[in-house]
């Protein structure tokens, strides 16, 4: 991730689970050109009492639950709306030309790659 962590400070952050990090960390020397220096940290720990003083990340919660309400009704109003998904103010908006054939391609993707009677993926 990238982008806003170092609010216009050239930053970028990876997370991971440990057992990937281990494993990453055997094959790659660094994730990252800025990653440790003293200027990085300080405006990364800034950034986050930011986010810690100013509540941004219930504020982000409410604001993205009402976006998401508003735009899903969006989504049964209008045809062109084909799904509305998101977490916080990360919000994708599907854009379609036929809702039921987008309707039908999720549901497929949802059930998997097809199998024939031995498992083997088609």
């Known amino acids: 991730m990238a982008k806003g962590i170092g609010n216009g400070f050239p ?23 800025f990653g440790g220096n003293p200027m990085a940290c300080a405006i990364g720990s800034a950034v986050l009492e930011v986010i810690k003083e100013e509540n941004l990340q219930e504020n982000s919660q409410e604001v993205g639950t009402y976006m998401l309400l508003k735009f899903a009704k969006l989504r049964d109003e209008f045809e062109i709306v084909g799904d509305v998904r998101g977490k ?31 498992g083997n993926i088609n």
Request: glycine share 10%; aromatic share 2%.
């Open 11 to 33: 930053m970028a952050a990876v997370v991971t689970t440990p057992e990937i990090a281990k494993s990453l960390a055997k094959r790659l020397q660094h994730f990252n050109t």
């Open 88 to 118: 916080g103010l990360m919000i994708g908006i599907e854009m379609v030309q036929d809702k039921v054939g987008a309707d039908l391609l999720l549901s497929l993707q949802l059930l998997g790659p097809a199998r024939d009677i031995g």
